[in-house]
């Protein structure tokens, strides 16, 4: 079964930091572009980050430029999000969803709260 | 980076056909045939409906259709049924190598 399974959401406070994981099974990782897309409560979609299979391409939404870093490790068939300087607004459901053009599978998601 | 612009709401009666409208620019919905669809019931993770404008993946009804018209894409849904009352969202590559989705319409069934 081809399976997205994000795990490292909790509670942080303002201007800390969380690294979230996304550990894939049932198809081959080394083949797909990865992302990360958010959704605060009651809002819509948000699509924060891509990597290439490869890591040799990797882009961000302009909120979160500088401060998230996306990584991946095809060996252990693992997606990362390195989040750094959380603010309020970083609260969300983050989701890691397999694919480029279009985002074919999809995890069920993991709960970022910043608070203090 | 602007949400590409979706109506918040469209609504029809069972055995109606609704279109959601993508409105967006040349430098996204315009300038590229990436344009992919994802339903989201409340509680769950998106499913994808449509890609590259109008394609179906296999396992999905083909009560759903997707087109594009410049700067505007389109979800055309038929037959509406009880069980397509659900949040649908957009989403475009865009000339700066990024992604963007839409503002999202909650489609109700009557």
């Known amino acids: 079964e081809v399976q997205l399974v994000e795990s490292g959401g909790g509670l942080v406070q303002p201007g800390g930091s969380l690294r979230l994981s996304c550990a894939a099974s049932g198809f081959t990782f080394t083949d797909y572009g990865m992302n990360w897309v958010r959704q605060a409560p009651g809002k819509g979609l948000e699509w924060i980050s891509y990597?290439?299979?490869?890591?040799?391409?990797?882009s961000y939404a302009d909120s979160v430029k500088g401060r998230f870093t996306i990584s991946r490790d095809n060996a252990e068939n693992s997606l990362y999000l390195l989040m750094n300087s959380l603010r309020a607004e970083d609260t969300a459901v983050y989701y890691c969803a397999r694919g480029k053009f279009t985002l074919d599978v999809w995890g069920q998601g993991t709960t970022v709260t910043v608070s203090s | 980076q602007s949400a590409l612009t979706q109506p918040a709401s469209v609504s029809g009666s069972p055995g109606q056909s609704i279109t959601i409208s993508c409105t967006g620019s040349s430098s996204d919905v315009g300038g590229y045939n990436y344009v992919s669809w994802y339903q989201q019931h409340p509680g769950k993770a998106p499913k994808f409906m449509i890609y590259?404008?109008?394609k179906r993946p296999s396992g999905v009804s083909n009560r759903f259709s997707g087109s594009k018209s410049g700067n505007t894409a389109s979800l055309t849904i038929s037959g509406l049924q009880a069980e397509d009352e659900a949040d649908y969202y957009c989403?475009?590559?865009?000339?700066?190598?990024?992604?963007?989705f839409g503002t999202g319409t909650k489609v109700t069934v009557l």
């Open positions: 590259d404008v109008s």
């Open positions: 990597i290439r299979y490869d890591s040799t391409t990797i």
């Open positions: 989403r475009s590559y865009t000339s700066s190598n990024t992604y963007v």
